[in-house]
């Protein structure tokens, strides 16, 4: 059961313009959603983060939008750039002591920013 | 912030061999997680270590073939048991304080079986 799922496998875009990455969940006791950057050999990266009280955050190039619901969240990067290109989780955690600190994740998206 | 020392970082493994994998955090923290992404796959989270308890194992993960030590608040290690090809993945080591608040994540160990 994929409870955080992101349908496209890689997204290809020319540097300056928009990358929209695409996020859907099941679990409507999810109430906390992260993007995370992965390169290879490296572990993942913490980019953006919302609460589920908010519907948009920002912080410079990046915007997190969330839709509750639709249960989907989106990332926005504007305007990208060749050094984006890497893989793109979405995770999502729920209420209480023991299911608020784990997260669960989605299956990545390969962004590649072309010159 | 956590910064997370992970090693080794990379192995090539022997079928039947076991491997310790270790990961070392610059702080306290009362929950660590082990997690494993199989190759084009997602993360997908093996166990979270407490210290001084039993480590919480999640559907599909046993203790016998994925033993966890947590003998104080800024050390794990994770044990793949009696490996096979099937075990080939990266294992990443992570830490969140509270909820509502990012995770760290080690550099990750990449684990080849042959």
């Known amino acids: 059961d994929q409870q955080v799922k992101q349908n496209s496998p890689s997204l290809s875009v020319q540097e300056g313009r928009i990358s929209i990455l695409n996020c859907d969940y099941t679990n409507s006791m999810f109430d906390y959603f992260l993007w995370y950057k992965k390169y290879p050999a490296e572990g993942p990266t913490f980019l953006i983060s919302i609460s589920s009280i908010k519907d948009k955050n920002e912080d410079g190039r990046f915007t997190v939008f969330l839709n509750k619901s639709a249960k989907h969240l989106s990332l926005h990067i504007v305007p990208s750039q060749p050094g984006d290109s890497a893989v793109y989780f979405c995770a999502a955690s729920g209420r209480g002591v023991t299911s608020g600190s784990r997260l669960t994740f989605g299956e990545g998206t390969q962004l590649t920013v072309n010159p | 912030s956590a910064v997370i020392s992970q090693k080794p970082s990379r192995d090539i493994c022997q079928r039947g061999t076991s491997l310790t994998i270790q990961c070392q955090v610059d702080?306290?923290?009362?929950?660590m997680f082990w997690y494993r992404q199989q190759p084009g796959q997602s993360l997908t989270l093996i166990a979270t270590a407490n210290q001084g308890s039993e480590a919480t194992y999640e559907s599909g993960f046993v203790i016998d073939k994925f033993p966890i030590s947590r003998p104080n608040l800024t050390f794990s290690t994770l044990t793949v048991s009696n490996m096979s090809p099937e075990d080939s993945s990266i294992y990443l080591c992570?830490?969140?304080?509270?909820?509502?608040?990012?995770?760290?994540f080690g550099q990750g160990t990449r684990l080849t079986v042959v």
């Open positions: 992570s830490v969140r304080g509270q909820a509502n608040t990012e995770a760290f």
């Open positions: 702080s306290q923290v009362t929950m």
